[in-house]
């Protein structure tokens, strides 16, 4: 493991692009805010606690190699690295130097880039896309997607696959990508949120297409130069200087971890293709804390960032949604906005607390164990600076039946046929409680009231509670949890 100093004052500082589980989301309603953790963060002794967490995500969740940065205020808390970043030469984790592939995470840059054409008065958020692209995407029900659909990942139409290649050869600009790929529309903008890959990629080409430069230009010269990020971009293959300070991503297979080839997901540049260290992210971090401002150079005016942590829509009532561009993690106790991000190799995070002034940013790779690594990670962090309490059990009334059966997920390509991977299977647990299965995975989930199970804990303390709620779609019942506010799962018919 290797940390850096702490810097003391901003001067010396800083989703598979599907988001999978990223983080757990403790949900705090109004019947339940006293129950919330406190808004003051608990920072004694913390890094001591992640490193004892990071020893054990190593010994038994596959991870070869791991970078953490943990902001408060002007300092930097921590900055570490653990494992490798390449274990054949025996190359350590850098956290001022080695470079991470933060996958979706990278989204959080194009909203940022977005809401500085909208500053700039290019763009309006309620403006149709059509108005900023070069090509046409048809209409849909009673209205056109507009730009701030966008953002709330609520355009209505299907996911997109296809969005990685094996070679540099294979890829094509994302600017011919998207035109060739426009997905099927499945519902009506700004009803329900479906993660979209292809939606954030159209957000880019419209900066890039008001701007005048080239996306990967674009950031560079308006968010990582000002910011003074130059280990970030989204460059693929990477540049000369940068290539050899990037951490080999690896894979498990046969009991080893096995390095794999760099990934290359231009063809949605904007989405998702960003490489960075975690001191670059720690400097990202600083400037959406102090209202897009550090050392003195603002790139955002505070009301943008503030409108990029402000709710946007929700898919359930009671459960956290999304922000602008960022998920909401936690309503209350504090609010709590972040973004996950997932390539085949790499798992990320970064989470944001506004009003406390605190945030950490971390990502991971490893075998496929090393993606729940990362997401314990997260959620022991928010446990031991932002602790909760489980939420009061409640017995089902006689006039309550158990949602049981089938649920599929709503963020699928709709152009191919359904796969086990969208289907959960929902069984009674007793009177009060159900199961949920994904896979092989069962999970225990208690009723803490109207339809609103929380997941079984035991003696676990501190949080944060994952929460899932039943309610009604326009097709039937629907399924959200907490930590998924960019997806949902509807009842499939028997």
Known sequence: MTHSPAWHGAAAALALLASGHPFAAAQTTPDTAATAGHA??????????????????????????????????????????????????????????????????????????????????????????????DFHIPPFGDGPVRVRDLMSHSPGWSDVSGISVATVEELTPYGEWIQQHVPERVWAPGTEIAYSNYGVALAGYIVERVSGEPFATYVENHIFSPLGMPSTTFREPLPDHLEDRMATGYEMEDGQLVPQPFELFSSIMPAGSGTSSARDMARFMFALLNGGELDGVQILQTSSVDLLMRDSRRNAPGLPGMAHGFYVVQETGPRLVGHGGNTGDFHSNLILAPEAGFGFFVSVTGGSESSVGRTDLTNAIIGRVFPQDAAPREPRPEDEALPVGSYRMNRRDYSQPPREEYDIEVTAAGRNAIRIRFLEDTTYWERIGPMTFEKGTGAREGGPFDRARFHTGPSGLVLSFSYQPYMAYHRVDD
């Not at 808390?77 to 970043?85: D, I, N, P, R, V």
């Open 40 to 133: 003051e963060p608990r920072l004694d002794r913390l890094a001591d606690f992640v490193d004892g967490v990071m020893a054990q995500q190593i010994s038994s969740h596959e991870v070869a190699g791991a970078t953490i940065a943990v902001v408060h205020d002007d300092a930097l808390l921590l900055s570490a690295g653990y494992g490798f970043a390449d274990i054949e030469s025996g190359t350590r984790v850098d956290p001022e130097t080695t470079l991470f592939r933060p996958g979706s995470v990278s989204k959080l840059f194009t909203w940022t880039a977005l809401m500085q054409q909208v500053e700039l008065g290019r763009v309006d958020l309620d403006a149709d896309i059509n108005t900023y692209i």
